[in-house]
């Protein structure tokens, strides 16, 4: 199952607000690249026909059904990174990137 955190849902509320697209569902989607890493999309969107639909901390997520595989277990998050800014990122143990978080 997909999860979004706290954190990452109130960012998402908050650039639907901004970008007057409240109401639509949050679209996920991803690919995998030659080197097995995962590239990760998303943007607001309608429900399509053969969508997976569900909720999370709130927030209304799509995707389409061939993207499961690669999405299932993943957990989106914002967090700040080492450059002081603020990302969107998504911890997926079925990618070679992946790095479990540790406790500081």
């Given at each position: 199952?997909?999860?979004?955190?706290?954190?990452?849902?109130?960012?998402?509320?908050?650039?639907?607000?901004?970008?007057?697209?409240?109401?639509l569902?949050?679209r996920?989607?991803?690919?995998?690249?030659?080197?097995?890493?995962?590239?990760?999309?998303?943007?607001?969107?309608?429900?399509?026909?053969?969508?997976?639909?569900?909720?999370?901390?709130?927030?209304?997520?799509?995707?389409?059904?061939?993207?499961?595989?690669?999405?299932?277990?993943?957990?989106?998050?914002?967090?700040?990174?080492?450059?002081?800014?603020?990302?969107?990122?998504?911890?997926?143990?079925?990618d070679?990137?992946?790095?479990?978080?540790?406790?500081?």
């Amino acid at each position: 199952m997909f999860k979004v955190t706290p954190s990452a849902a109130e960012q998402v509320v908050k650039a639907a607000q901004a970008g007057g697209t409240e109401g639509l569902s949050l679209r996920l989607a991803a690919s995998q690249n030659p080197d097995g890493s995962i590239d990760y999309r998303m943007g607001f969107d309608e429900l399509g026909e053969d969508d997976i639909r569900f909720t999370c901390e709130g927030v209304d997520i799509v995707m389409a059904p061939e993207f499961v595989p690669l999405l299932d277990s993943t957990v989106m998050d914002f967090v700040t990174l080492d450059d002081g800014k603020q990302h969107f990122i998504f911890l997926n143990p079925k990618d070679p990137t992946y790095c479990p978080p540790t406790d500081a």
